[in-house]
Structures are given as structure tokens and as C-alpha cells.
């Protein structure tokens, strides 16, 4: 019986209408939610895929001498496969041509992940395999550079060996500090027959782990222990790639604006569900008539309660899948594969936010229906129990669940919560000021001082109608600008005319070279940037050595897209002294003044810390965790990098440098620029498409809480119409009212989207706050304008019906 | 006895001074007869009906519905006991607005668990003249029609009395005539007790017995 009933109820209740607030922002904040869970989710595993192969494996041990080779074999590994690999520099003959090139030995367990991509006269292919003994891969700058075909020789020091296909694609492109040069791959069975290794020759030996993460971690940490001077492990957290780092703040902000359209669409959710009380406060009171338990009632409710829950989980996770699956076809290009299916996570959070706005912005009120009083039936007026102090309650701890839910750090939402709650409070007692008093009359002569006596003397409902507004219009603001922060620092990152080239290897000679063939084609080079490995060492009693072979270079200027952040950078009276960046300062605990040493090649120099640098490492130029001041390294011999932006339509330019300079590597980053602009574009649109549906979700509660408002006005629209008040006079004085309501919203909506991008920014997300000032102008505005809208579509409602079917209900 | 009403009383607690709003009423009424409540308004009438009817409790005093002490029975069991025992019909119709003139109808009988519902609805929904009308929503049924859509429910759970508080109240005097017609026929063809609340002297004059309540109280 109750079963039919409730669906009987239900069902009409929805084809009526009366539940299309609640079901859209129910259906809109889960589509949000289990949108915005499932992508990132995917997103996150296909980079950390991604990650993986690109590092070649889970763990990385990269040393320069080979002494951790008995530690690894001691290693009992279980279910972890690992691989070694060496990387070195060489000069390659073919029987025209000489290059230096990178070349990378691999065992016969590579690659440990992926497969490669390799071209030969019978085209394309895949392996995941070694090359064979006696055999090399290189790839397609350098075997045009060496003017090879498949099956021509090269001599690699002392060995002969046969070039068989061209690398179009490798896994583990994270490989050490020649990565940039030409690459070769050759069999490690071969290296010995090179003689290119000598005792003090740069090599770099790389030991790659790939497992479950438990072993992982234990490897780890008995590496961390046997690790030397200048060893270096490298795990998957430490991605800090710039698309690592571009897909890390979309993610942030994908949250942020998920969020903000579920607590929009959970206070829509409440005012919709204080109108459906409202309404079956009649039909409680004649069930209760008929004899219907208060059980049967509450089970009653629970029912239609559950369907709107399945209705609106079912509807909003097919639209979140549709809005996921449309951002993985806009970012498809850029994975190569299939991505992962998501996990169980997002449906889990997806339920849990239709859990808590249920609970939280809907049962309360429904609970408050059962106390209905069935006397209704004999006394219309008879008081409903108004209560709405435990309601408001409730509602708060949803909020702070839900705040908890997304943010996953109690403090942060406490302080979100508290100031939402600051605010509110503050707001509304200020609106409630700033209505002033009632005069007695309802002013009906002019529309002007009809509004604004309607305006005051409502004035309890129009201040929670006002911060509804506000709310709205604020957070739409808040989301807005985070968005145009986000991408204008991406905008900012990448000019039109960053470098597009590095040259590395540049000896002294060339660089004068350099200088003046730079010259010659106006190509405007960044400094070349005088480059040496060193290790640091902190002079304590302990002697800590800080692990690490730094890429170290010096300069008077401070570089571009440098920014100091403790400390002074060297200035005319400070001839010592190093700048080290800030991951560097915070991972070996260095503060300014702390003694180091230095060692370069066999010297030590003993010198201190001068200044802490806040590096954008998105910027195409060369970046340097560590800077020295030059009169260090006086006697220090050095090669250098420089990098220089060549318009795509001027690339013989390159090709020349090249030919002029052959020592010098010179490799272009163009494609990699256009990659991260290319996902930049699209994270854009993904980015968009957040605002837009948070946007709909204001918009969304700012009609409901029109709507709310508009329920009382009909029967006095009515009445007035009835005693001869013209509509226009109603309709202007309506319009007057909400655009006043809509700019006051509008013009507090901006001063919270203020504090809140200040609290967002610095507090949240860590930069400096970036403010719109246009935000002023856009928020009034757009409240006048959209409140102003809605009004008059909702008064042109009631305008159509006559005052005696309004007086009827 | 159906109903046996004494030394009634209903106090409401306004602002901080207490209102006696019925007292001392005591009156009894048989099987299949039927009670007139007249009164000026404000004297108490849809209080008393309230009270009879189990939907409010009296401030001290008792009432025994077939027998049953309503006094001592709580809010659940109240409910039960309307359920069982009582049919309304109400001035404002009290219809819901969601469910057709036939699901109205067979509520009742729903909540009862009785064995046909639908057979017995559409039986009186034909009575009160409305069979062509069962699918319509109460929005599309004039007040005539929703009072005797109502009356078909009252009538449909076969209670063992009926309450009507002013049940002509919203209509013209035409209507009005037919929807007292409607209730004293029907309720011959059935042996339930009625009791109505009105103005209207005729109507109150058809019924076997009268009470007349003056500030809350019964005068003779
Ligand atoms: N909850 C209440 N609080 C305060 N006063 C009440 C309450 N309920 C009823 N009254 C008062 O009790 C008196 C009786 O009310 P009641 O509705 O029973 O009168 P009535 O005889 O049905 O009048 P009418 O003919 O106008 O329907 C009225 O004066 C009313 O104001
Ligand atoms: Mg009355």
C-alpha cells in the first residue's frame, strides 16, 4: 500500500513539477561531483601511467660510480623486476660524419615499462626488447646528422657496430643529464668492447625497479641507506614536469569548482525542500486524518525520499560519465592509450554527497512534517511548527561534511565553515540594518515606494533571499576568477617567443662563435649559463652531505622568471655566497647563512648560503637549483647552455648553428611547447566547462529563492490586482524591488568573492592573490541583470493568471 | 452509545494567559443517529469536532467513541482507532491535490488493507454521481464536485461515524442542497452516525439531535 502510494506520490509530484528545483540541483551537484571525481581520478592514474613510463619505472637509483651494484644484487627481490642501464656521452663516427651523441647501454630486462616505437626500411614497429648485440638504435636527428641508412656501421670508441632502426618512441625519456643530446640506444653487452669508459670519465648508472608498491617502498628504504655522495632515488611523487604540475592545478581547481556548485546546489536543495514541506504540511495532516500512523508516514517519506535519491544518482551519474568521458575525448590526443577505468573512489564520494544533502538539506525538514498536527484539517492557520533553528543546524554540519569530504583537511574546513558562517551571519543582520523600518501603509501609490516598502517589510525573508543571492553571485565570482588566475599564469608561462632551442656542451670557444652567429640572425639567446656538477656538503660537526650532484652555474644577474624569496641576491659588495631554490632549501632544511662546501671536479670551495630563489619551472630557460657568484669559480672550467627562440618558419637557421657548431648539442623543444600549449587548451575547456555548470548552479538557486519569495507575493498580487491595482504597477514595482535585492546581492557577492579569493589563493593553493578589479562591476551587474531576469519571468507568471484562480488556491 | 461526551474541557495556552476555549460539555449520542453543532463562530464548534474525532486532546474531560475511552489513547493509537472508526468530511475538502478523484476515494479502504478498494470506491464515487469524473485531479473538479468526492471517501471506508465540519461552507445554497441530500442519503443507506458542524439551521434541523455551543458552552 505504501509502496504504491509513495510511488504514486512521487511520480505525479515530479510530473507536476513541484520537485524540479530539488531534482535539477540534486541531478546538477552529483553530475558535478561524480564528473568532476571520475576524471580527475582517471587523469591521476593515467599520469601517474604516464609518470611511470616516462621515469621507466617506479624507482630510479641514479649514481655516478657503480658501487651500489653488490647492493642491488644482495637485493631479494620477490615480485619486483628491475633493469640497469648506462648512460654516457660519446662522439659517434659514421663513415662521413662524426656527432656527439647520448647514448643509453640497457640490459636485457628493458624496458621494464612500455614498449618502444622503432622505424626501419620495413616501417613502423614495436618492441619491448634490448637491441641485439652488436647492433644500435639512434634516433632520427642523429642518424640524419651521421647521414645513416639501416644496416650502416658506426664506430662507437673502439667498437664497430651496425645501425639497425630509428627510435620514434621511448619509455623512460627521464634518463640523467644527456638526455637532451642525440640519442643511441646500444646493447650493455657492448659497452666493454667501447673502452669509452674510463676510470674519471662522466658516467651515470641508472638502476630501474618496477613492482608492488610495498617493495618498492622496502627497496627504497635499504637504498636510501647504502646510498653514497651524489646517488639520487627518484620515486613517482616527484613529478615535476611541467604538464605534472599544469594537470596538478586544474586538478586543484576542478575540486575548488565542484565544491563551490555542490554547497550551491545544497542550498537550493534546502530552500526546495522548505517549499515541499510547506506544501505537504496539508497532505500530513489529512493523511493523519485518515488514521495513518505516525511509522507509516515517516515510511511514506523515507520512500519518496529514496527516489528522489536513486532518481537523482541514477540521472546524475550517467551526465557525470557523459561530462568525464567529454573531457578525456578533449584530452585523448595527448594520452596515447586507452585511459584506465576509474576507480571505486568518485562513485563512493558521488554517493556519500547524495547521502549528506539528503540527510543534511532534506530529512530534517521532512521530520519537521510529522509533527504536523492533523487539527489542520478543521483550522487551516493552525501554526506549523516553524522551528527552524535545528534545521539551520543540521544543514551546518552537512555543510561542514561536505566541506570535510572535498578538502580532506579538518582545519582548512573548519575556517572555510566558520567564515562562511561569520559571513552569513554578519551579512544577513547587516541587510536586515540596512532595510531600516516600515512605515505603516503598503505605499501602493507609485511602484518606486511599493518596492521599497515591500523591500522593508519583508524584511526577515528578503535578507535570506539577498544572501542567497550573495552566495550565489559570490562564489560564481570566486570560481571565475580562479579560472582566469589559472589560465593567465599558464598564458603567462609560455610567450609566443620562449625558447624554442637549447644548445648544451658549449665550450668557451664556441661560445664567442655562438655570440656573434646569434648576432648575425638577430636571434636573441637567454645568457649562457657556464654549467658544472657539483655536490654540496653542509660544514656542521656532522659533516651532513647533501646527496646530491648538482647541475651548479654562476652569474652576476639574477635570472629572469627568478625571484628572490629570503635573502639578497648578490650585489656589488657580496663576492660569495650561493642562491639555491626553494625545493632545495626546504628538502635539506637550508636557511640562509648555513656554511656549506662546495666540490667541483677535484676542488672545494668553502662558501655559504646568500639567497633562497623562487624558480618557475614552467618557463622554458634554463633553471638552475643551485647559482653560485662567479668569483668561485674562477678557476672551475665549464661548458655552457644557453637557450634562444627560432620561428618555426626560420628552422634552416638551426640547422645551420648545428653544422657551423658540431661539438655543441643543440635540440629543439618546440614539440613539447606545443604540447603543453595544445593541453593547456583543452584543460581550458574543461576549465570552462566547471565555471559554466557552477555558474548554472547559482543560477539555479538564485531562481529558487525567487521562486520561495514569489509564493507569498502571488496571493498579495493577487489581492492588489483584485482591489484594482493596475499590472503594471505590480510588475514595475517588482522588477524594482529585485533589481534593488540584485545589486545589493550583487555588490556583497563581489566582497565575499574578494575575501574568498584572498583566503583561496594565499591559503589554499599557495600564490599570490591575483584580483579582478572588474569583479566590483561584474557582481552588481550581473546580479541586476540576472535577478532582474528571473523576476520578470516568474511576475509575468502570475500577471498571466487572474486574481480569482490565484485567490482560489 | 457511540458517543458519550463528559464534563469536557480545552484550554490553549495564549501568550502567557490560558483560554478556555470549550467547557463542561457533556452530551451523548446512539448508533445511526445523527448530531447537529450549531453555534456563533469562535464559539468552539471545530474545537469540539477536533476533540471528538480524536484529532486533538481535551484539556480534562472524557469521550468514548464505540466505546473506547479516546481520552486514554495516545497519538498512535488515535490514528488507529480514525482509521478503524471515523470518516470526515471537511469544509475546505482537504483532498489530495496529487492523487485522482478515484485514488482519493480508495485511500482509506488503502490503509485499511480492505480486499477491494477499487470496486468499493468506484460504488460510491457512482453514488455521489461522479463515476464519469474518477480519473480528474482535484484542480479540475469544481468545490461541488470535490465536497462530494470527499463524501464518497467518508463514506467509502465504512466508518461507524462521520464527522462533517461545515460541509456546505464553501458552497452556494444550490450545491449546498445537494451535498446535504447527498450525506443524509447516503448515511440512511449505511447505519453510521453523523455529526455535523454548520449554520445552516435546516440542514441542522434534519439531524435527530442538536447541540448548541455559545463561548464553549452547551446551552439548552
Ligand atoms: N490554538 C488556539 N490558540 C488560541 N485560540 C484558539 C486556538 N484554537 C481555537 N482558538 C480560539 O477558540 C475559539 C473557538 O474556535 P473554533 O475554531 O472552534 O470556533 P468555531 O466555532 O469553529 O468558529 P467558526 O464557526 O468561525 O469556524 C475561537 O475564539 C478561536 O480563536
Ligand atoms: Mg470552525
Redesign the pocket.
Known amino acids: 500500500m505504501l509502496l504504491s502510494l509513495s510511488l504514486k506520490l512521487f511520480t505525479r509530484e515530479v510530473r507536476s513539477g513541484y520537485l524540479t528545483s530539488m531534482l535539477a540541483s540534486l541531478i546538477l551537484a552529483i553530475t558535478i561531483v561524480s564528473g568532476i571525481s571520475l576524471f580527475t581520478d582517471r587523469l591521476e592514474q593515467a599520469l601517474n601511467t604516464e609518470t611511470e613510463e616516462f621515469l621507466g619505472g617506479k624507482l630510479k637509483f641514479e649514481s655516478n660510480q657503480n658501487s651500489i651494484k653488490a647492493v642491488i644484487e644482495d637485493l631479494e627481490l620477490e615480485e619486483t623486476s628491475h633493469m640497469e642501464m648506462v648512460l654516457f656521452a660519446s662522439v659517434i663516427f659514421s663513415d662521413d660524419e662524426m656527432q656527439l651523441s647520448s647514448v643509453k647501454a640497457v640490459d636485457n630486462y628493458y624496458p621494464l615499462i612500455g614498449e618502444l616505437e622503432l622505424k626501419n626500411s620495413a616501417g613502423l614497429f614495436k618492441v619491448s626488447s634490448n637491441p641485439e648485440p652488436g647492433t644500435v638504435w639512434m634516433d632520427e636527428r642523429l642518424q640524419n646528422l651521421l647521414l645513416l641508412d639501416y644496416g650502416d656501421e658506426i664506430f662507437l670508441g673502439d667498437a664497430k657496430l651496425i645501425f639497425t632502426a630509428t627510435i620514434i618512441y621511448e619509455p623512460d625519456r627521464a634518463s640523467g643529464n644527456f638526455a637532451f643530446a642525440p640519442k643511441t640506444i646500444m646493447n650493455m653487452l657492448d659497452v666493454e668492447s667501447t673502452n669509452v669508459i674510463q676510470p674519471g670519465s662522466r658516467v651515470e648508472y641508472n638502476y630501474l625497479f618496477n613492482g608492488p608498491d610495498e617493495e618498492i617502498v622496502k627497496i627504497k628504504e635499504k637504498l636510501e641507506k647504502e646510498k653514497e655522495n651524489g646517488d639520487d632515488i627518484e620515486t613517482l611523487s616527484e613529478d615535476t614536469s611541467s604538464l605534472g604540475r599544469t594537470v596538478d592545478r586544474s586538478e586543484n581547481f576542478f575540486l575548488l569548482g565542484g565544491l563551490i556548485a555542490v554547497l550551491l546546489s545544497a542550498c537550493t536543495i534546502g530552500i526546495a525542500s522548505q517549499r515541499f514541506t510547506r506544501r505537504h504540511v496539508g497532505y500530513v495532516a489529512i493523511l493523519k486524518t485518515l488514521g495513518m500512523t505516525t511509522f507509516q508516514i515517516k515510511a511514506l517519506y523515507f520512500l519518496l525520499f529514496l527516489y528522489t535519491t536513486l532518481l537523482t544518482l541514477a540521472v546524475g551519474l550517467s551526465l557525470g560519465w557523459l561530462l568525464q568521458s567529454n573531457f578525456i575525448n578533449l584530452m585523448s590526443s595527448y594520452f596515447p592509450t586507452e585511459l584506465p577505468v576509474p576507480s571505486i573512489y568518485p562513485l563512493f564520494v558521488t554517493c556519500l554527497t547524495a547521502l549528506i544533502c539528503q540527510f543534511g538539506f532534506i530529512y530534517p525538514h521532512i521530520l519537521k512534517l510529522l509533527s504536523v498536527s492533523p487539527m489542520r484539517v ?2 487551516d492557520d ?1 501554526a506549523f511548527n516553524q522551528e527552524t533553528i535545528p534545521v539551520f543546524f543540521i544543514g551546518a554540519i552537512a555543510f561542514l561534511f561536505l566541506l570535510y569530504l572535498y578538502t580532506n583537511q579538518l582545519t582548512l574546513s573548519l575556517i572555510i565553515f566558520l567564515g562562511v558562517v561569520g559571513f552569513s551571519l554578519a551579512g544577513i543582520g547587516l541587510i536586515y540594518l540596512l532595510l531600516g523600518k516600515s512605515e505603516t501603509g503598503l505605499g501602493a501609490s507609485s511602484s518606486l515606494k511599493l518596492a521599497l516598502s515591500e523591500l522593508r517589510r519583508r524584511k526577515l525573508g528578503n535578507s535570506f533571499q539577498i544572501f542567497a543571492f550573495t552566495i550565489a553571485i559570490g562564489l560564481s565570482l570566486i570560481t571565475f576568477s580562479a579560472s582566469k588566475n589559472l589560465l593567465g599564469s599558464w598564458q603567462g608561462s609560455i610567450p609566443d617567443d620562449s625558447p624554442n632551442n637549447f644548445a648544451i656542451n658549449i665550450t668557451d670557444e664556441d661560445k664567442n662563435g655562438m655570440e656573434s652567429f646569434f648576432k648575425e640572425n638577430q636571434i636573441n639567446p637567454t645568457p649562457f649559463f657556464p654549467v658544472t656538477n657539483a655536490t654540496i656538503e653542509r660544514e656542521e660537526e656532522d659533516q651532513e652531505l647533501i646527496d646530491r650532484n648538482f647541475n651548479i652555474t654562476w652569474i652576476d644577474q639574477l635570472p629572469e622568471q627568478n625571484e628572490i624569496s629570503d635573502g639578497a641576491w648578490f650585489s656589488d659588495d657580496v663576492i660569495n655566497g650561493l642562491s639555491i631554490s626553494e625545493s632545495i632549501a626546504e628538502r635539506y632544511n637550508l636557511k640562509i647563512g648555513d656554511k656549506v662546501f662546495l666540490k667541483v671536479n677535484e676542488e672545494i670551495i668553502g662558501t655559504y648560503i646568500q639567497s633562497v630563489r623562487r624558480v618557475n619551472w614552467d618557463s622554458f630557460s634554463p633553471n638552475f637549483f643551485v647559482i653560485g657568484h662567479p668569483s668561485l669559480f674562477k678557476n672551475v672550467t665549464s661548458n655552457y647552455i644557453t637557450s634562444f627562440y627560432i620561428p618555426t618558419e626560420r628552422q634552416q637557421v638551426a640547422a645551420e648553428l648545428m653544422r657551423e657548431f658540431r661539438t655543441v648539442s643543440v635540440f629543439s623543444i618546440e614539440e613539447l611547447i606545443d604540447q603543453v600549449k595544445e593541453i593547456i587548451g583543452q584543460v581550458t575547456k574543461a576549465l570552462n566547462s566547471i565555471l559554466l555548470l557552477t555558474c548554472l548552479s547559482a543560477i539555479f538557486l538564485a531562481f529558487s529563492a525567487l521562486q520561495d519569495g514569489f509564493s507569498v507575493r502571488k496571493h498579495q498580487s493577487a489581492i492588489l490586482r483584485t482591489l484594482g491595482a493596475s499590472n503594471s504597477l505590480i510588475k514595475s514595482s517588482a522588477l524594482i524591488e529585485f533589481a534593488l535585492l540584485g545589486v545589493i546581492s550583487g555588490t556583497l557577492g563581489s566582497l565575499l568573492a574578494y575575501g574568498g579569493i584572498y583566503f583561496i589563493e594565499t591559503k589554499v593553493f599557495e600564490t599570490t592573490a591575483n584580483f579582478y578589479p572588474e569583479i566590483w562591476i561584474m557582481g552588481p551587474l550581473i546580479g541586476l541583470f540576472v535577478v532582474s531576469v528571473l523576476c520578470f519571468y516568474l511576475i509575468n507568471g502570475i500577471i498571466k493568471q487572474s486574481p480569482k484562480e490565484l485567490l482560489m488556491r | 452509545m457511540i458517543l458519550e461526551v463528559n464534563k469536557l474541557r480545552k484550554e ?1 495556552s ?1 501568550g502567557d494567559s490560558e ?1 478556555t ?1 470549550l467547557d463542561d460539555v457533556s452530551f451523548s449520542l446512539e448508533e445511526g443517529q445523527s448530531l447537529a453543532i450549531t ?10 469536532l477536533g476533540l471528538l474525532a480524536g484529532l486533538d486532546t481535551a484539556t480534562s474531560g472524557e469521550i468514548y467513541l464505540d466505546e473506547v475511552g479516546l481520552h486514554k489513547l495516545d497519538e498512535e493509537d488515535r490514528a488507529i482507532l480514525r482509521k478503524e472508526k471515523v470518516g470526515f468530511v471537511f469544509q475546505s475538502f482537504e483532498l489530495l491535490p496529487s492523487l485522482t478523484a478515484l485514488e482519493n476515494v480508495m485511500l482509506p479502504s488503502e490503509l485499511k488493507s480492505e480486499d477491494n478498494p477499487k470496486e468499493n470506491a468506484e460504488y460510491f464515487l457512482n453514488r455521489v454521481g461522479l463515476s464519469e469524473r474518477e480519473h480528474h485531479y482535484p484542480n479540475q473538479l469544481s468545490g461541488g464536485e470535490q465536497q462530494r468526492v470527499a463524501i464518497a471517501r467518508a463514506f467509502a471506508c465504512s466508518a461507524k461515524i462521520l464527522f462533517a465540519d ?1 460541509p456546505t461552507g464553501n458552497l452556494d445554497p444550490k450545491n449546498g442542497q445537494v451535498i446535504s441530500d447527498l450525506l443524509f442519503e447516503v448515511n440512511s443507506e449505511t447505519d453510521n452516525a453523523l455529526v455535523i ?1 454548520t ?1 445552516d439551521l435546516e440542514l441542522a434541523n434534519r439531524c435527530d439531535k442538536r447541540i448548541d ?1 455559545k463561548l ?1 458552552r452547551i446551552v439548552e
Open positions: 478543521l483550522k493552525i | 490553549v495564549s483560554l476555549i453555534g456563533p463562530s469562535g464559539s468552539g464548534k471545530s474545537t469540539l461545515e458542524v449554520h455551543l464553549g
